[in-house]
């Protein structure tokens, strides 16, 4: 891409009604807008990041057998009615609307009950299951209050995994994976070291629920953390009998501020008998299915990965989400044609899916901070000074020294 062409400018000036690092860091640098409070528009900078996650994501959910599917905004009030979350007093996140023949529908905020209700008309016998489905959706909930830029929001991304198994120790196995699988993407998210399965309240099924906790002062909830064992615990069940019954000592676990970035819940067969999910099973009898649910939420991760690995300088993206790899500075390329044709020839070389091209008619220094704002992970300097030193001027975001590496090099490391 050509910085040139990029619609979205870099700002100076800090947003006034944002209070939260990662909403001002993004809005300055041009990765999301604010439609209004907690509803952001992913600019052509923050997609690029989002979808970035989402592959990720979407290779570890496939990794586990899971297939991609997507379900829709609108639901049907009846299927919600079935398992008593219809009520906004059970459920207070609900955006509502009606139907022109004043039929009541609802804007979906999570998605375990249309797809089980869809699933009836695919899973008839043993021989249908397991079955692991996942989406990336757009969830609408009407959050009391929209804080922490996009890490609360009321319109805002999750992946969502759903497991329909036979049995419980099938479902128990098929659980135990979902966790490894979450560890290596908040390892290939580069916030592996600070994330933590956690023990939380809320288990409709079990005692707990599974949360996945990073640490941040950005977040809104407090657990205390084992760093050798990897685990924590919500300050929700913080008690001395749960701390024994995890074989964690007291001594050992440090209190501090996370952000849940998932969450992941048994149902037991409860979920799919209230609304009719039953299979035929080897013995010819009818049984519920076992329904597990994964939620990740990909928007705040965003946000998550902003709060935590930014400087004073500004973000600082891992490698793998990056929107660019390498930002490509060509410093007084108007007036020399050396410096554009080496510029443009290493900007082809990555290709334009990979490099922003910084071409703009812009002074040099405006041009280096607003590269350590954006913070791509690599830094390439094209200019007449380097060229007669014999190469590019190259520099790791994360690092204070650059380096001048010849060209012929630059076109071996690509
Ligand atoms: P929280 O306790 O933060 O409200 P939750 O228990 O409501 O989360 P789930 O319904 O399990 O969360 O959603 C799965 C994931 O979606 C959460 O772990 C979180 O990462 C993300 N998420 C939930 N609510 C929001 C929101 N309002 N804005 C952005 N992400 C969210
Ligand atoms: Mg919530």
């Known amino acids: 891409m050509r910085q040139s062409k990029l619609f979205s400018k870099i700002r100076k000036e800090i947003p006034k009604d944002e209070v939260s690092k990662n909403a001002q860091l993004l809005i300055r640098g041009g990765f999301i807008y604010k439609e209004m409070a907690g509803v952001y528009v992913l600019l052509p900078l923050g997609i690029r990041v989002i979808e970035n996650i989402k592959q990720i994501v979407r290779e570890e959910m496939n990794a586990l057998g899971g297939q991609e599917l997507l379900m829709t905004t609108l639901q049907r009030k009846e299927l919600w009615e079935e398992t008593d979350r219809w009520d906004d007093k059970k459920v207070d996140v609900w955006f509502k609307s009606r139907l022109k023949n004043d039929v009541e529908i609802g804007f979906g905020w999570s998605h375990e009950e249309p797809i089980t209700k869809m699933l009836i008309n695919y899973i008839e016998s043993f021989r249908d299951l397991p079955v692991y489905v996942y989406q990336f959706q757009n969830k609408l909930r009407n959050e009391l209050r929209a804080k922490s830029g996009i890490m609360r929001g009321r319109e805002f991304i999750m992946k969502d995994l759903y497991s329909y198994s036979r049995t419980e120790e099938d479902h128990k196995l098929f659980y135990d994976s979902v966790i490894e699988a979450y560890h290596r993407i908040f390892r290939r998210l580069g916030i592996g070291e600070d994330t933590f399965l956690t023990f939380a309240s809320g288990g409709a099924f079990t005692q707990f629920s599974h949360e996945f906790q990073t640490i941040t002062d950005a977040g809104e909830d407090v657990v205390y953390v084992d760093r050798r064992k990897k685990i924590a615990i919500n300050e929700e069940v913080f008690t001395d009998d749960v701390t024994q019954q995890l074989n964690l000592d007291r001594n050992n676990l440090e209190k501090v501020k996370a952000s849940e970035s998932g969450n992941i819940f048994s149902f037991g067969g409860k979920k799919c008998e209230d609304l009719g999910l039953l299979y035929t099973d080897k013995d010819g009898k009818k049984k519920p299915v076992i329904l597990g649910s994964y939620g990740l939420g990909i928007t705040r991760l965003m946000g998550i990965i902003v709060e935590k690995l930014s400087d004073e300088k500004g973000m600082i993206w891992p490698e793998e989400i990056a929107p660019y790899r390498a930002h490509i500075i060509a410093l007084g390329e108007q007036k020399d044609e050396q410096v554009q044709k080496i510029s443009e020839e290493i900007y082809t070389a990555f290709g334009e899916e990979k490099a922003l091209l910084d071409d703009r008619d812009v ?48 076109k071996k490391l690509l």
């Open 363 to 410: 002074r040099a220094g405006e041009k280096f901070a607003e590269a350590d704002f954006l913070g791509l992970p690599l830094r390439i300097v094209v200019s007449k000074r380097s060229l007669s030193e014999g190469g590019v001027e190259v520099k790791l975001r994360t690092e204070k020294e650059s380096k001048i590496i010849p060209l012929e090099e630059i």
